[in-house]
Each structure stands twice: as C-alpha cells, then as structure tokens.
C-alpha cells in the first residue's frame, strides 16, 4: 500500500525531513503516494530526480488540469477563483510572469538594502525597549517581514496583520474549503480596491507601475491584477518572516555555526551561509506541484501523460549522493543548487529580495544582541504542524541587557 502525503515528520527534529524519505531516495525514489482527495501523484524524492522534474517544461503548474496535486482541501479553495498566475495555464503564466521581471531584478532589489536595514533596526529598537523574554516572532519576524512586503508592494501598512491571518487560513492544511474561500475572496477584495485606488490616483509602488503599465492599457484585468498582488503579498511575507524565526532557531541550536556566522564579515561568505540555512531548513517544504503534459520518464519510471508529480525540495536538499552529511548545518559548505526556492522556471520571484532580508536580519541580530538565547528549552518551542509552510508558533527568546551592541 502506499504511503499517504504528506509524510509524517518527527517532531522530535522538526527542522529535519520526514524521516521516510531516506528510504524513499533508496528503495522507491519515484512512487505513488495516496492524497486527501484519493488521488495517487507520483512522489519525486531524489536530488536528480527533482532537479529533472523542475527543469521539464513539459511538466507544468497549471491548477486547471484535472491530474493537479492539490495538497489539502484549502488549496483546491483557489480553484474557481481568479488564479494567482503561477498555477494559470502555461501560455497566461508566461505573459503575467513577465509583467514581473522588471520590478524584481536583482539590481533593483539591492537599492531596497538601506531601506529594510532601517526596518530591521527600528524593529530591533522597539523589541529591545520592551520586556524580556519576547516572542521573536511576533516582536520582530513577522512585523519586519509584513513591513518590507507593504512597502515594496504598496500596502498601507494598518491592516497587514489582518492580511496575514487570512493568508495563514489559505495556508493551512486544517482549513475547510469554505474557510479557505472566505479568506480568498476577502484577500481578492483587498487588493480589487487597491487596484481600483490605483487606477483614481497612481502611486510609485510596484503595485501601481503594474496597474498603470498593464491594468490602464487594457492588457491586464483587474481582478486578475488583484489575484497577481494578493498571491505577491501572500508568497513574499510569510515565508521570510517563518524563515527569519527558523533560522534563528537553527543558529542558536547550534553555538558552534553560529560563532562561524558572527566572524563573517565577506558578503559573499554571508551569502553562502544564508544559502545553507535555506538548504537545511526548507521553510516551503510541501513538494512542488507538476502535472506531466506528455508522457516521461524520471528515475526510471514512466509517468503518463495527465499525471500528478510531487517533487520534494527537503528530501533532495538532504540527498546524501550529492551533500556529504547532508543532516548537519554547515555555514561553510558550497552550495552548489539547492531547491528551497524550487528552480526551473518557476524558481521564486522573490528570491534576490529574501537573500537580502536574511542577511540583514541574521547579522543585525546576532550582531546587535550577541547574547541571544532561547527563553524556554527547545522542546517546548511549538511548531505549526498544520500550515503547508514549516514555522513556529512563537519563538521566545531573552538576552542580557548589558551586552547590547548599538552599531549608531
Ligand atoms: C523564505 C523565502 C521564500 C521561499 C523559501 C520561497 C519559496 C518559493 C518556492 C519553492 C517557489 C517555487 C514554487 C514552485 O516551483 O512550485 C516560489 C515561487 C514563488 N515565490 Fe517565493 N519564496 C520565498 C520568498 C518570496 C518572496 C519574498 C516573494 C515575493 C516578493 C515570493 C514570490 C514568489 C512567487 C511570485 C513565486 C511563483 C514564481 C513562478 O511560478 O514563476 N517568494 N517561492
């Protein structure tokens, strides 16, 4: 019989993969896996397998297509609904996409640093005026990951954190479907009248260059313009804000990488350890949803055309054929790819703008607070089991006053 997805994870290593996919990698890399709805995709679980997966554009993220894997029952919830473009048909995928390229290049998301270096401090000013121990992520996480989204976006920031609640609801696996719908429809709303606001009276945000240049020339509508800046807002806060808790967690688990981490000073070396943490920890660690347009094999297996595939990052970030002790954190290891913002091309739009936010949050904090610890044993520390994004509850952490660095 087969195994039923997700896969169980051991709580007991909540920043490790379900264990069964070392058993998976060796005995039945490319099998059926049994899903809510009784659908039987194919689970991809090796590094080289996955890495075909994602480079095939013959194997596509179109939620339309009836062999789709959808995950849970809140993320069938979008389905007859105006579609983020990612999950559209190929061809509208690619003419959205493109509306996109320019607003987040790499050059252009590097003038953003001083601005979310700002936010950082400033966060980091409010949390350290405040009592101890604090929940990192509601004191600092979440608001500066809520902060650099609305200002790149253009989101007045009052009312973010309600934006986050309904996105949580989409997000989750315990969600109904009707619940995922309300939390659909008011998330589409939001961003209808933002778009709509837009179109009165033009703003210099991402948001408004995209209305001005694609919704005022007819080219795009505006429901699909809402659809396109709500699945923005949803994809670029709560992975970094679950990231910047997890990352934490992972450094102050380990003093040994963490001291490694404070000695860096060369940018490329912050680089790379960043890329290692997004290695280990795949905060988006759900497979990454393709349907097979044509018949193919992978890893020996044939998948036929119409078939669902479930390509696993955290399994093949932890392959052990092509990461030598895969299960260890090591901030000096070259990376060489890793799959934490998938690849191919769909790779993450918003991966220079997270690079970035890690690297400023991990350095400012560890720098500013080099006493940081966690306030309750690790164990205590409560993950959400149910959210198709690894994170936790709360992170509470203490520190001692004496021994704060202010760089001004
Ligand atoms: C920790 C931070 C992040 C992680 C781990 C992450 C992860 C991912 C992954 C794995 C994908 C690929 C989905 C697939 O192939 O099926 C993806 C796509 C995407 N991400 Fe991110 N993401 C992060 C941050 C962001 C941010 C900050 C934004 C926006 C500002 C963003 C926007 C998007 C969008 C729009 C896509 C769809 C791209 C496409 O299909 O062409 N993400 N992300």
Redesign the pocket.
């Known amino acids: 019989m087969s195994d039923s997805y997700p896969l169980p994870k051991d709580w007991q290593h909540p920043l490790d993969p379900p264990p069964d996919y070392k058993r998976l990698r060796q005995e039945a890399p490319v099998c059926p896996v049994r899903m809510w709805d009784g659908k039987t995709p194919w689970l991809v679980s090796r590094y080289q397998d996955v890495l075909a997966v ?1 480079s095939d554009p013959r194997l596509v ?1 179109d939620s339309t297509l009836p062999g789709f894997p959808h995950i849970s029952p809140s993320s069938s919830a979008r389905q007859g609904r105006p579609l983020p473009f ?1 999950l559209r048909p190929d061809a509208e995928y690619r003419v959205q ?1 493109a509306m996109l390229v320019q607003e987040f290049l790499p050059r252009r998301m590097e003038l953003l640093r001083p601005s979310i270096q700002r936010t950082v401090d400033a966060a980091l000013d409010a949390m350290l005026a405040g009592p101890r121990p604090v929940d990192l992520m509601g004191a600092f996480a979440l608001p500066v990951a809520l902060q650099v ?1 609305c200002d ?1 976006l253009g989101v007045p920031h009052a009312g973010a954190e309600r934006l986050h609640v309904l996105s949580r609801t989409i997000g989750s696996r315990a969600s109904s479907r009707e619940e995922a719908t309300q939390a659909l429809v008011a998330l589409d709303d939001f961003f209808l009248e933002l778009v709509e606001a837009n179109l009165r009276e033009p703003t210099d945000t991402l948001i408004g260059r995209v209305v001005a240049e694609q919704v005022a020339t007819g080219r795009l509508s505006a429901p699909d313009a809402a659809s396109m800046f709500h ?2 807002f949803y ?2 806060h709560g ?2 804000a679950y ?1 910047f808790g997890l990352g934490t967690l992972a450094l102050l688990l380990d003093p040994g990488q963490l001291e490694k981490f404070r000695e860096m000073e060369d940018p490329a070396a912050i680089t790379a350890a960043v890329q290692e943490l ?1 290695r280990f920890i795949n ?2 660690h759900l497979a ?2 393709r349907v097979a347009t044509v018949d193919v094999t992978i890893g020996g297996q044939l998948i036929r055309a119409g078939e669902g595939i479930l390509a696993q ?1 955290d399994s093949a970030n932890r392959d052990e054929t092509v990461f030598s002790d895969p299960d260890r954190l090591d901030l000096h290891r070259e990376v060489h790819r890793h799959f ?3 690849h191919g ?7 220079a ?2 690079l970035i936010e890690f690297e400023v949050v991990f350095k400012t904090l560890f720098q500013r607070i080099p006493t940081l610890r966690l306030a309750v044993p690790p164990e205590e520390v409560r993950f959400k089991k149910d959210e198709n994004l690894l994170g936790v509850h709360e992170l509470p952490v203490t520190w001692e006053p004496a021994s704060l660095y202010s760089p001004r």
Do not use: D, K, W, Y
């Open positions: 994602l993220l990612f996409r989204i790149l699945s923005l994809a670029g992975p970094p990231m997004l905060v988006s990454r949803q990052p934490a913002f998938g091309i769909h790779l993450c739009t918003g991966r703008l997270s």
